[in-house]
């Protein structure tokens, strides 16, 4: 049998069972692509990171993301959940401040930042930011999100954002209606894929968490995902997209702290920059806890 060791990371809190649940395989590189989406499937996570060898000296590791049915381009829970990994449980703390994957999307670096020797926070700096425009009717898209038309902030665009992966980006008055959502799941579905976005993603800035600048929820049956609890790339996305669409004024560096994963009784917290540039730079990041490690055994 071949051996390989997993991890269960909760990302975006620092209390065991909330937050977002991703996997992780540090060592990868003995794996066949086919062993990586049974891994997927078997710890039945919305993501599981595989870490391999980077055969390039600007990068410390090559990262791939699948969930239970699909390879993602990118995933951003996940990428704070190995980097927290790799600071903790393998050291990395303690040699360096930065950690830079490489991708599918291109190099992500990943801050860290360290209080009397403990690590606080992950933060990982997304690829620049792009929206784009959809044909679809503001009222098929509210139905299909599961919200009534007036619910739907129209101050703002209903668009598709990127910072590594698509997503349709849905403003909403208020978190109790984002609370109230309940999508057409198999429609929006269709949707997505139509659209190659990976997630439909609700926000507003009216909430009611205390402290928070922004609520969202966030829908992926594209990619397997019915509901994501906590979300590093949709929420980057948001930011580029708030950026970009104006909503957050460039000539300000932003700091943004957004709630997710109360429906799911999973809440979480991301800590979200905006810093101005020929495009806005995103940064994203949050705490972890490694809440199960274990050795899975594959046939040889």
């Known amino acids: 049998m071949k051996n390989i060791q997993v991890y269960h990371v909760d990302a975006f809190t620092n209390v065991p069972f909330r937050g977002n649940p991703a996997g992780v395989v540090p060592e990868a590189d003995r794996l066949t692509e086919e062993e990586m989406k049974n891994i997927a499937k078997e710890l039945n996570l919305s993501e599981t990171a595989f870490l391999f060898s980077s055969n390039q ?41 930065q950690i830079r994957l490489e991708t599918n999307i291109g190099t992500v670096p990943v801050e860290l930042a360290t209080e009397n020797q403990n690590l606080t926070a992950v933060t990982m700096t997304q690829v620049p930011p792009k929206v ?19 619910a739907l902030d129209q101050r703002y665009p209903i668009k598709l954002a990127y910072t590594g992966n698509w997503h349709l980006i849905v403003p909403v008055k208020s978190q109790k209606e984002i609370d109230a959502a309940r999508p057409q799941i198999e429609e929006l579905k269709t949707l997505n894929q139509i659209q190659k976005a990976s997630t439909t993603h609700l926000f507003t800035f009216n909430t009611t968490e205390p402290g928070y600048d922004l609520y969202t929820r966030d829908f992926g049956p594209a990619v397997g995902i019915q509901e994501d609890p ?46 101005k540039g020929n495009k806005p730079v995103i940064q994203v990041g949050g705490s972890a806890v490694i809440t199960i490690s274990g050795t899975l055994r594959l046939p040889e």
């Not at 669409?245 to 009784?265: F, N, S």
Request: charged share 20%; with cysteine.
């Open 132 to 150: 784009k425009d959809i044909q679809t009717d503001p009222g098929e898209i509210a139905r299909l999100a599961g919200i009534s038309p007036e």
């Open 230 to 275: 906590v979300t590093g790339s949709a929420n980057g996305a948001l930011a580029g997209y708030l950026a970009m669409e104006g909503i957050l004024p460039l000539q300000h560096r932003h700091q943004l702290k957004i709630a997710q994963g109360h429906t799911m009784g999973r809440p979480g917290t991301l800590f979200v920059t905006v810093t």
């Open 57 to 97: 000296s600007e990068h410390d590791f090559r990262v791939r993301y699948f969930t239970p049915t699909d390879e993602m381009d990118f995933c951003g829970h996940a990428t704070v959940g190995l980097s927290w990994l790799l600071a903790t449980t393998y050291g990395w703390q303690d040699k360096t401040k």
